[in-house]
């Protein structure tokens, strides 16, 4: 691993995600003198850090390690880093695919945290001729259920804006990418498919 390119790449990302030193080493557990540390070269994040500081920074660990993104690996405006923010009194959706501050209903809107769905929480995704037909026993009720399905890919943002009381079924286009879904109790989830 060279130290000086990969410290380019961390402060380049960093920069793009509009984030601060300070803010990358909360979201690591580590101090903003660490993160300084790497972004000059003066040495490498600890590898058990590196597969969640790709993570945040949005990028593969192999990138990472080299230095470089791959020239598949697109950054600015990839569909895959949009962010959802949900307004908790009127339930109004937002994305943003860079850095925004948003507000609704008087109030400042948080990005959503996706959390890796656990095997309870996944949906179940089935094969129909080119697609997927998307189904979920998840409670579709007026105080919890799923507001909305979402598919990213690097190009793509597909979105179905889900009612109470209205079964989840949605048929989406047959490929890789990431399904995320929010649950009005417990959040924003996603599966890779």
Same mark, same amino acid.
């Given at each position: 691993?060279?130290?000086?390119?990969?410290?380019?790449?961390?402060?380049?990302?960093?920069?793009?995600?509009?984030?601060?030193?300070?803010?990358?080493?909360?979201?690591? =557990?580590?101090?903003?003198?660490?993160?300084?540390?790497?972004?000059?070269?003066?040495?490498?994040?600890?590898?058990?850090?590196?597969?969640?500081?790709? @993570?945040?920074?949005?990028?593969?660990?192999?990138?990472?390690?080299?230095?470089?993104?791959?020239?598949?690996?697109?950054?600015?405006?990839?569909?895959?880093?949009?962010?959802?923010?949900?307004?908790?009194?009127?339930?109004?959706?937002?994305?943003?695919?860079?850095?925004?501050?948003?507000?609704?209903?008087?109030?400042?809107?948080?990005?959503? @945290?996706?959390?890796?769905?656990?095997?309870? =929480?996944?949906?179940?995704?089935?094969?129909?001729?080119?697609?997927?037909?998307?189904?979920?026993?998840?409670?579709?009720?007026?105080?919890? #259920?799923?507001?909305?399905?979402?598919?990213?890919?690097?190009?793509?943002?597909?979105?179905?804006?889900? #009612?109470?009381?209205? @079964?989840?079924?949605?048929?989406?286009?047959?490929?890789?990418?990431?399904?995320?879904? #929010?649950?009005?109790?417990?959040?924003?989830?996603?599966?890779?498919?």
């Amino acid at each position: 691993m060279d130290t000086k390119k990969t410290g380019e790449l961390i402060r380049a990302l960093r920069t793009e995600l509009g984030l601060t030193q300070q803010q990358l080493a909360c979201r690591l =557990h580590v101090g903003d003198k660490a993160v300084s540390k790497w972004e000059r070269g003066g040495g490498c994040p600890d590898v058990s850090l590196l597969p969640a500081l790709a @993570e945040v920074l949005g990028v593969g660990l192999e990138s990472l390690m080299a230095g470089e993104l791959d020239a598949k690996e697109q950054t600015g405006g990839n569909m895959k880093r949009t962010k959802f923010f949900v307004c908790p009194d009127c339930g109004n959706l937002v994305t943003a695919t860079g850095e925004a501050v948003l507000s609704c209903c008087g109030r400042p809107l948080a990005a959503l @945290e996706p959390r890796k769905a656990e095997e309870a =929480h996944q949906l179940v995704l089935e094969p129909v001729e080119n697609e997927l037909f998307v189904t979920s026993s998840h409670p579709m009720e007026k105080e919890h #259920y799923l507001t909305f399905l979402a598919l990213l890919r690097g190009d793509t943002l597909l979105l179905r804006r889900l #009612y109470p009381e209205w @079964e989840l079924q949605a048929r989406l286009p047959a490929v890789h990418g990431r399904l995320l879904w #929010y649950c009005t109790r417990h959040g924003l989830f996603y599966q890779d498919i």
